[in-house]
């Protein structure tokens, strides 16, 4: 089951780099990467310690975070 929702981001995820939207990288690999984040989240909403509001937070720095990963990109002095 897992290998289906990693299929289903690397599909997404090709279709973003090929857009020019997502930066090139292994999208196999990103792509498990991405699922193994979001299951780790449904396990801290599933045992309560994530609200609502938690995991709407959680959910748009899962997705910040795979769109930019690690890289700090602040203003320029």
Do not use: N, T
Not at 25 to 42: E, K, N, T
């Amino acid at each position: 089951m897992l290998d289906r929702f990693a299929a289903l981001a690397q599909f997404h995820l090709d279709r973003a780099i090929a857009g020019g939207f997502a930066r090139p990288c292994d999208s196999a690999v990103v792509s498990q990467a991405i699922v193994g984040m979001a299951l780790r989240q449904l396990d801290l909403w599933l045992v309560g310690r994530l609200d609502d509001r938690q995991v709407e937070h959680a959910a748009g720095e899962l997705v910040e975070f795979a769109f930019r990963g690690f890289g700090y990109r602040g203003e320029e002095k």
